[in-house]
């Protein structure tokens, strides 16, 4: 120690019964000096980051997992182009192919720049809720609507079942349909053809609504459900790339689920089909109004 001088180190200790588990504690020394005897002694300051250290974890991986999905189809675009300016442009049928794979993954790109955004707008508490009174069955029958092409062309049925007494719920309406969407273009992607998808509502409680997408496609191994609604976490990247995923739709559901003071699950048997369910506060103003 030189005069006045503080020194900080940070240690990280594995905790005896866990495997994962580690706590994170910064120290700081500060030497104590009394006039006249030089150094005396030193203070040393422990403080628990753990919690700190976990957040700046989680943010490193997502902007390295965000460049990363980024620079993806940036390279693809790049070596397309360059073969083009090569001498493919000459070649019509190459050409053609060659463009509409620079045309996908720009797409892609835009996707993704779309969903982060997003999520970003969630995190900052920015995005406010316009909350208004919204008949369920209705808004489960318009997701169905919107979907109606896809759905016909793979030959899934959809069913639509609201039990009786539900009727209005306040919600932010451009919010639940995005992740209603989300949910059912997952339970789309993957269920086989001829598949069977069933949109339920129903009341848990009193005051609190579920409401359910359930498919009996490829489901998901039991090892990733944990993480599932971790961002950027797929099954399968390479398969859900090509099915023009982002990894990100079902983090972006529960942050708006949250929002609106509610919670998701999902349960998956791998080969029989997943069912994700969210609820929702029933609220009394909504009862009241009607
Ligand atoms: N209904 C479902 N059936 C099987 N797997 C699913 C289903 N919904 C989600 N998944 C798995 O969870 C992953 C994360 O979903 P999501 O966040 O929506 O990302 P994306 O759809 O962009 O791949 C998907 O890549 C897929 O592996
Ligand atoms: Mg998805």
Redesign the pocket.
């Known amino acids: 120690f030189t005069e006045n001088e503080v020194k900080t180190t940070l240690l990280d200790i594995a905790l005896p019964d866990d495997d994962d588990d580690r706590l994170s504690v910064r120290i700081t020394f500060t030497p104590i000096h009394r006039r006249g005897e030089g150094e005396s002694g030193i203070i040393a300051v422990l403080q628990d980051v753990t919690d700190q250290e976990k957040l700046e974890q989680a943010r490193r991986e997502f902007v390295a997992n965000v460049s990363h999905e980024l620079r993806t189809p940036l390279t693809t675009i790049k070596s397309y182009l360059e073969a083009l300016d090569d001498g493919a442009i000459e070649e019509p049928q190459l050409a053609s192919r060659f463009i509409s794979v620079t045309r996908s993954e720009t797409e892609r790109m835009i996707r993704l720049v779309t969903d982060l955004l997003h999520l970003s707008r969630l995190d900052s508490k920015q995005s406010m809720m316009s909350k208004s009174s919204t008949e369920v069955n209705e808004m489960l029958e318009e997701v169905a609507d919107r979907f109606s092409f896809q759905l016909q062309q793979r030959k899934i049925h959809i069913g639509i079942q609201v039990e009786p007494g539900v009727t209005n719920l306040l919600l932010d309406r451009d919010k639940i349909d995005q992740v209603l969407d ?1 949910l059912v273009s ?2 789309i ?2 269920t086989g053809d001829e598949g069977t998808i069933q949109l339920r509502a129903y009341k848990l409680e009193r005051d609190l609504l579920a409401i359910s997408v359930q ?1 009996n ?4 191994p039991k090892k990733d459900l944990s993480r ?1 609604f971790d961002r950027f ?4 990247k390479a398969r ?1 790339r090509n ?1 023009g ?7 972006i559901a529960r942050e708006i689920v949250k929002a609106h003071g509610g919670t998701i699950s999902l349960e ?1 048997e791998l080969g029989q089909g ?1 069912r ?1 369910t969210f609820t929702l506060p029933i609220q009394q103003e909504a009862e009241d109004e009607l």
């Open positions: 989300n997952n339970a992607k993957y498919d496609g490829i489901g998901i599932i976490y797929r099954v399968d859900s099915m995923g982002t990894g990100l739709g079902l983090s998956s997943t994700v």
